[in-house]
């Protein structure tokens, strides 16, 4: 299937918007609300994902976000837990929505074959020096996993510059994108900035996609209704999350208005 159709396919549109439902804390995580319990992510979730739907994005992406500190393996719980809330919110679900379990992929995978997700998204290639340890990967056995599982179907989409990571090796990210498609076949590639929230810079997008251009490439952070345009025009969708909160701020939740005005603007570029 070529680059266009299957996310025409999967999105029923060009460049599509994914909006991330970021979870609040889970079972496990420091700042886990106790006394409100998985009833209280539960409500946040479903907020959320109503606003992001209401506001008229094209897909949304389910994720622990604020699972702070990230682990690079995840303790089953986690899965657990976001497995519950998406079983919980599936009735609510009309858009198509994927996962990320931050930041395993194997866990990642298994939530997707078990939810119906259709795409995921993460760190699948490459080792780095990160906020979280050294951090590696074996995107072979990963992709062994997602065919045992009976995931084969699900569209994987690899962060090639992870948030708050760096190459152990001193690559350029033209080389990293060149040699990422060769040897492992992305259903797309995704670039970002420093962390959640920061822009993914434009020049980057467009020497990436010039290197790969038979590639999807998506813009990963950043992205706002001041630049979306110019993202656009390189890029061939975006994932959004922080633009979507109340005032921009990454720690507050989903404003409907703020989505309605960037999907309007959106819908006007396409």
């Known amino acids: 299937m070529t680059e266009k159709n299957w996310v025409e396919e999967v999105f029923n549109c060009r460049k599509p918007i994914i909006a991330m439902c970021h979870f609040s804390p889970l079972p496990g995580d420091p700042a886990f609300d106790k006394e409100g319990g998985m009833e209280k992510v539960i409500e946040w979730a479903r907020k959320d994902l109503l606003a992001l739907q209401g506001g008229g994005v094209d897909a949304v992406m389910f994720s622990n976000e604020f699972s702070i500190p990230y682990m690079t393996q995840v303790d089953t719980v986690t899965v657990a837990a976001m497995a519950r809330v998406i079983g919980e919110l599936i009735p609510d679900i009309k858009i198509p929505f994927g996962v990320n379990v931050l930041w395993d992929p194997i866990a990642t995978l298994d939530l997707a074959a078990a939810t119906g997700a259709k795409f995921v998204r993460e760190i699948f290639t490459g080792v780095y020096a990160s906020d979280f340890g050294l951090w590696n990967t074996n995107c072979g056995a990963t992709v062994r996993h997602q065919y045992a599982i009976g995931a084969e179907k699900i569209k994987l989409l690899f962060n090639i510059v992870p948030e708050a990571a760096k190459y152990l090796a001193d690559r350029d990210i033209v080389d990293i994108a060149k040699s990422t498609v060769f040897n492992t076949r992305p259903d797309a590639l ?16 467009r020497r990436v996609k010039e290197a ?6 998506f813009a990963n952070t950043g992205v706002r209704l001041e630049n979306v345009e110019e993202q656009l025009k390189f890029a061939d969708g975006a994932i959004v999350g922080t633009t979507f909160k109340r005032d921009g701020r990454f720690e507050n939740h989903v404003d409907e208005e703020r989505v309605r005005v960037f999907m309007d603007k959106v819908k006007a570029i396409r």
């Open 212 to 217: 790969v251009p038979d590639t999807v490439v």
């Open 190 to 205: 995704c670039v970002s900035g420093l962390t959640a929230g920061i822009e993914t810079d434009v020049q980057i997008l």
